[in-house]
């Protein structure tokens, strides 16, 4: 059974930076395709970002372009989501997932998702 664990969410003020983490307990970890989706209060769930199994592909959805990034470490088994000049538009619960094969990489459906975390929240106000 594959776990994956978020955390490093918090309350934050806009424009500052924020290191969000999952790990995971999986064999052949680098052979997943992971993601960060968000989902904010009464809003649907939102693909953010992608990054392939070697970690040299990435994808952004237009909003955090520029602003936040996706890494992983395939040794520690880590993921992770590097936010800066965070917006209040931001605040939502952070999930990872690994995608199913053959699925969209920026897929928002959960179906999508061969193993999803319990999230981590982050709250951008001032």
């Known amino acids: 059974q594959v776990q994956l664990v978020e955390s490093g969410g918090e309350p934050m003020t806009p424009n500052h930076s924020l290191l969000l983490y999952c790990s995971a307990s999986?064999?052949?970890?680098?052979?997943?395709?992971l993601n960060w989706c968000r989902q904010a209060p009464e809003k649907e769930l939102e693909w953010v970002t992608f990054?392939?199994?070697?970690?040299?592909?990435?994808y952004y959805v237009d909003s955090v372009k520029g602003r936040f990034t996706i890494s992983r470490d395939n040794a520690e088994k880590m993921l992770y989501l590097q936010m800066t000049n965070l917006h209040s538009e931001d605040t939502a619960l952070y999930y990872c997932?690994?995608?199913?094969?053959?699925?969209?990489?920026?897929?928002?459906?959960?179906?999508?998702?061969?193993?999803w975390g319990r999230g981590t929240q982050v709250t951008v106000s001032s």
């Open positions: 990054i392939g199994g070697g970690g040299s592909t990435t």
């Open positions: 999986a064999d052949e970890y680098g052979n997943f395709f």
């Open positions: 997932g690994a995608l199913r094969p053959g699925k969209f990489y920026n897929s928002n459906s959960r179906a999508d998702y061969a193993f």
